[in-house]
T-cell receptor
Framework: AQTVTQSQPEMSVQEAETVTLSCTYD???????LFWYKQPPSRQMILVIR??????QNATENRFSVNFQKAAKSFSLKISDSQLGDTAMYFC???????????FGQGTTLQVKP | DAMVIQNPRYQVTQFGKPVTLSCSQT?????MYWYQQKSSQAPKLLFH???????NEADTPDNFQSRRPNTSFCFLDIRSPGLGDAAMYLC?????????????FGSGTQLSVL
C-alpha cells in the first residue's frame, strides 16, 4: 500500500530563516502527483505547492520550493525567509494519477518564532 | 468569494444519535470529498463524489453515509456515532479528479460525541 511519511512531528525556525520539511513516500506507480498543504490554526487547509512526478524540474512558488528526488521517493519542502504567518501544520500528500485518490502524511507542526 | 462552506463549525451529539454534517460549494466543482481528521493525525479519506457517482473507500465504516442532492451540496450522515467518531470532518472540492488539480477545503466541522 502507498504510504506517506513525515518524520518530523514538530519543527521551529526563527523568523527570516530557512527551514526544510521532509517527506518520503512509497509507491510502485511511475506517474503520480505530490503536494504540500498548509493547515493554519484556523484549520482551513490550503495548497502550498505541487509537483507532477513526470517533471524533473523542482516546483517553486515564491518563498516555497521543493526538492523532488523521484528515485529516492523523497519530496521535501523548503521555506525561505520564514514569516510568522507560516506557522501551521504542513501535510505532504500523494495522489494517484489513475484513481485520483489523495492521501496525506502525518503532518509537521511548524512554529515560526519572532 | 467562491468557497467551500461547512456547517456547523462545532457539532455535539450523543452516543448513538444520528448526526448530519453539511458542506456547500460555490465553485461548481465536479468532485466533492469527505475526510476525517482525528487529533494530530493525517486526514483520512472517507468517500468522494464525482458528479453523482459515489465512491466509498474500502475501510470506511458502514456507519458513515453520504448524499449529494445537487452539485452544490454534500452531506455526511453518521447513523450511530460512537466515541471513536469524534474528529474534525473536512469537506473538499476539486474541478477534476485525475489531474494535479488542487483541492479546496472547508474550515471543517469538529464533532464531539458525548
Amino acid at each position: 500500500a502507498q504510504t506517506v511519511t513525515q518524520s518530523q512531528p514538530e519543527m521551529s525556525v526563527q523568523e527570516a530563516e530557512t527551514v526544510t520539511l521532509s517527506c518520503t513516500y512509497d509507491t510502485s506507480e511511475s506517474n503520480y502527483y505530490l503536494f504540500w498543504y498548509k493547515q493554519p490554526p484556523s484549520r482551513q487547509m490550503i495548497l502550498v505547492i505541487r509537483q507532477e512526478a513526470y517533471k524533473q524540474q523542482n516546483a517553486t512558488e515564491n518563498r516555497f520550493s521543493v526538492n523532488f528526488q523521484k528515485a529516492a521517493k523523497s519530496f521535501s519542502l523548503k521555506i525561505s525567509d520564514s514569516q510568522l504567518g507560516d506557522t501551521a501544520m504542513y501535510f505532504c500528500a500523494f495522489k494517484w494519477s489513475n484513481t485520483g485518490k489523495l492521501i496525506f502524511g502525518q503532518g509537521t507542526t511548524l512554529q515560526v518564532k519572532p | 468569494d467562491a468557497m467551500v462552506i461547512q456547517n456547523p463549525r462545532y457539532q455535539v451529539t450523543q452516543f448513538g444519535k444520528p448526526v448530519t454534517l453539511s458542506c456547500s460549494q460555490t465553485l461548481n466543482h465536479n468532485v466533492m470529498y469527505w475526510y476525517q481528521q482525528k487529533s494530530s493525525q493525517a486526514p483520512k479519506l472517507l468517500f468522494h463524489y464525482y458528479d453523482k457517482d459515489f465512491n466509498n473507500e474500502a475501510d470506511t465504516p458502514d456507519n458513515f453515509q453520504s448524499r449529494r442532492p445537487n452539485t452544490s451540496f454534500c452531506f455526511l450522515d453518521i447513523r450511530s456515532p460512537g466515541l471513536g467518531d469524534a474528529a474534525m470532518y473536512l469537506c473538499a472540492t476539486s474541478r477534476a479528479i485525475l489531474t494535479s488539480e488542487k483541492l479546496f477545503f472547508g474550515s471543517g466541522t469538529q464533532l464531539s460525541v458525548l
